[in-house]
Nanobody, 121 residues
Framework: QVQLVESGGGLAQPGGSLRLSCAAS????????MSWARQAPGKGLEWVSG????????YYADSVKGRFTISRDNAKNTLYLQMNSLKPEDTALYYC??????????????WGQGTQVTVSS
């Protein structure tokens, strides 16, 4: 069965960095676009970033553009999110999600359980 397992969250200081990982199994990872989304306390789900199946195209929400970098290693079935220049407003539960096709369509059929990121001094 499809499994998406996020890791790498934790506590970071403002201006700091974290790298999230999402280990995928149960499907042909290299055939599907993937995304990261987040949910801050008391707020709705926010899409953060997406990447094509082959990594050729990446997309970012305006709130993270220039600070976050999405990437993937199809040989390792792993999705990454490098987060730099972190801000307190980046505090959220971060999820990875599998898209329904090779391109980012925002049609997600599987989600991970999430990893908590807290940005605080």
């Amino acid at each position: 069965q499809v499994q998406l397992v996020e890791s790498g969250g934790g506590l970071a200081q403002p201006g700091g960095s974290l790298r999230l990982s999402c280990a995928a199994s149960g499907f042909t990872f290299s055939s599907y676009a993937m995304s990261w989304a987040r949910q801050a306390p008391g707020k709705g789900l926010e899409w953060v970033s997406g990447i094509y199946s082959d990594g050729s195209n990446t997309y970012y929400a305006d709130s993270v553009k220039g600070r976050f970098t999405i990437s993937r290693d199809n040989a390792k079935n792993t999705l990454y999110l490098q987060m730099n220049s972190l801000k307190p407003e980046d505090t959220a539960l971060y999820y990875c999600a599998k898209d329904s096709g090779a391109r980012v369509r925002h049609e997600y059929d599987y989600w991970g359980q999430g990893t908590q990121v807290t940005v605080s001094s």
